[in-house]
């Protein structure tokens, strides 16, 4: 399974994003994350804690300004600055520092890329937590299905989770935002199915973020029991959100 062993990597391809330099802000030796997916690129928690160190900001800056110092004397072409790594990056206690100094490092040396952040959405209501998500550009936040029960099977989240409070916390962002969206079967669970599919749409419509990621499995899953969709699927799928005007950007 895939684990980042530095602060700042990359640059490298990214389906949805284009040339992205990755930021790593979680312990390095492992993954650390409040969700456990059946289809995580890092693999299982139980088998990706061995520290549980936070990178500081400084430390964050430190690392950043030299890739993007790099980036600009080779003539590096960087569309995104992607907070993504070995789990959710918010969970990082100086995440919000963190995003103002990316922001500004942006600024001075790479002003034409964007800042992402790959969240699962669950920790909206900590404090500074929304507010820097606010000041990147491209926060992309997780819903992989619209059921408490059938997220309990695909995302497996450590302890507590309410799909309707992490709507009511979306519906903070007034649609500036986007929703990533991960389509896959498996012998346990569709998120195909026709219920959830109609569930879904009616959260989307709801939430009308400014786009609409939906994807299938690429890489190596931990659970090798999946299986992955088509992107003729997933067009038919997303065609009444393509209707009501939400732009959708699908990716097999």
């Not at 930021?23 to 990706?48: A, H, S, T």
């Amino acid at each position: 399974m895939l684990h980042f062993d530095k602060i700042v990597f990359g640059p490298i391809y990214s389906r949805r994003l284009g040339s992205s330099l990755g930021v790593n802000i979680l312990p390095q030796e492992g993954k650390m994350c409040n969700f456990d997916c059946v289809y995580c690129e890092c693999g299982w928690n139980r088998d990706g804690r061995s520290s549980s160190r936070f990178p500081v900001a400084e430390e964050v800056a430190d690392a950043l300004e030299i890739a993007l110092k790099r980036a600009a004397s080779e003539s590096v072409r960087i569309d995104s600055i992607t907070f993504s790594g070995n789990g959710e990056p918010t969970l990082n206690p100086e995440f919000a520092a963190i995003v103002d100094v990316t922001v500004r490092l942006r600024d001075s040396y790479c002003p034409q890329a964007k800042v992402s952040v790959l969240s699962n959405a669950t920790t909206l209501s900590r404090p500074g937590v929304f507010e820097a998500l606010q000041k990147v550009d491209n926060p992309i936040l997780k819903i992989d299905a619209a059921s408490d029960e059938l997220i309990g099977r695909i995302n497996q989240p450590c302890g507590k989770y309410s799909l309707s409070q992490v709507v009511e916390n979306l519906k903070r962002f007034d649609g500036n935002f986007i929703l990533q969206t991960m389509f896959l079967r498996s012998p346990d669970f569709d998120t195909t199915a026709q219920e959830n599919i109609d569930s879904w749409i009616d959260i989307v419509l709801q939430l009308r973020p400014r786009e609409v990621m939906v994807y299938t499995i690429d890489r190596e899953t931990p659970d090798s029991r999946l299986g992955k969709c088509t992107v003729e699927q997933m067009k038919m799928l997303t065609k009444p959100l393509a209707d009501a005007g939400i732009p959708i950007q699908i990716r097999g």
